[in-house]
């Protein structure tokens, strides 16, 4: 697997990182080890718990660039993560985008 784009931003005490190969895209958010994906599911999805990887929920079908933006503001304007709110905006419920 080659990876094809690699950044990195810290935020708040996070850093978020996104990545993007020929089989699909993650953000990455650390030091939580969320992972926002879509590989082998076929949609964007979160892994809330990455020790329980198999655990996920479906979100909107955003680009990683958008659910890059979407995290970082969402770090930046709460300064903080707050799980629950970020899956919702994720969702396209909660209105910052």
Same mark, same amino acid.
């Given at each position: 697997m080659s990876w094809k784009i690699q950044n990195n931003v810290e935020i708040n005490n996070r850093n978020v990182y996104?990545? %993007?190969? $020929?089989?699909?895209?993650? =953000? =990455?958010?650390?030091?939580?080890?969320?992972?926002?994906?879509?590989?082998?599911?076929?949609? =964007?999805?979160? #892994?809330? $718990?990455?020790?329980? #990887?198999?655990?996920? %929920?479906?979100? %909107?079908?955003y680009s990683m660039l958008e659910v890059f933006e979407i995290v970082c503001l969402h770090i930046d304007k709460n300064n903080d993560l707050i799980l629950k709110k970020l899956i919702k905006e994720l969702k396209g419920l909660g209105g910052i985008k």
């Open positions: 996104h990545a %993007e190969t $020929n089989k699909g895209w993650a =953000v =990455v958010i650390l030091p939580d080890n969320i992972i926002i994906d879509n590989y082998h599911r076929g949609c =964007v999805h979160i #892994h809330p $718990n990455h020790s329980k #990887h198999y655990i996920y %929920e479906e979100l %909107e079908q």
